[in-house]
């Protein structure tokens, strides 16, 4: 594929997850993923019982879906470029599959849509049913949440899943383009195995606690370096990168989490709102660290900015891609 032709993938899939998401009723590659990850650690359960041998093969199952997704995803798009230059519309298809495999590995439009389905109630008064969706989306326990509660709930999750669901796939996206012969879907799509063995056993709760050991680490290093740079674009976009840095070096590393701390305490700074505080999950309190100053109180304005602040971010990168994709081809 040309590079013309690969710049214009990314921008395709990218506009596809704005204007489209993920069709509710499509195979989702992320639902592939997730069986097999079912299918590959129920006889580890079955038949290792030590805490070593399960580690081991949580390792294996790691490197194994993630270089499997990113392999059969590349399967798929070499298939094609190397059909027939006579095959009917085979550039059209070309283009078409990977920015459809592409858009699949983009959560934009999705975190704006489970936004806005607890928004809908909880503008209109009805706790209970804001409640109830907002379980759909969170880990924590939602039956006695307040409305400020709710409201910071929102906002943690889009702020966190700014960076795994949108901002790391696209930076691989982008850096498949700089590796011959290997190109966006492949990298885009290993990261999104890496980041859905880490939400479906990247626990240290049992019974994961060893077999999604690696998991869990492996999404944390992969992600590390696309957070940092989400969290300086985010300190560009508001104006005040110096307060907005400053803020994040003082509070997102009391965060347990290397990268989720860091995009959601940048969002945190940049609209001068405070997360963080006590969640319970299980009927267990747990206080995580506040991030962020208490300047603004958490509204829908305030939602609408951070998801605002997110698409800028991808339209920068984006631009900045294409931008330098270009003259290195002149």
Known sequence: MSDINSMAVLAIAAFLDYLIGDPWNWIHPVQVMGWAIAQLTRPVFRYLRAP???KLAGILLG???VIGSGFTSWSIVRAIAVL??????????D???QSILLASCFAARSLRRAAKDVLDPLEGGDLPTARGRLSQYVGRDTEQLSESEIWRAILETITENATDGVTAPLFYAILGLAIPGIGSVPLAIAYKAASTLDSTIGYREAP????????AKFEDFLTWLPCRLTVLTIALLSKQPKRVLKICRRDAIHDPSPNAGWSECAYAAALGVQLGGINRYRGQIKEKPKLGDPIHPITSDTIDAALQMTRFCIFLWLGLAIGIGWMLRG
């Open 63 to 65: 490197f194994g879906v």
């Open 95 to 97: 283009i078409a599959v």
């Open 84 to 93: 027939p230059g006579s095959f009917p519309l085979h550039p059209i298809l």
């Open 52 to 54: 070593f041998s399960q």
């Open 208 to 215: 994961y606690t060893d077999i999604g050991w690696f998991s």
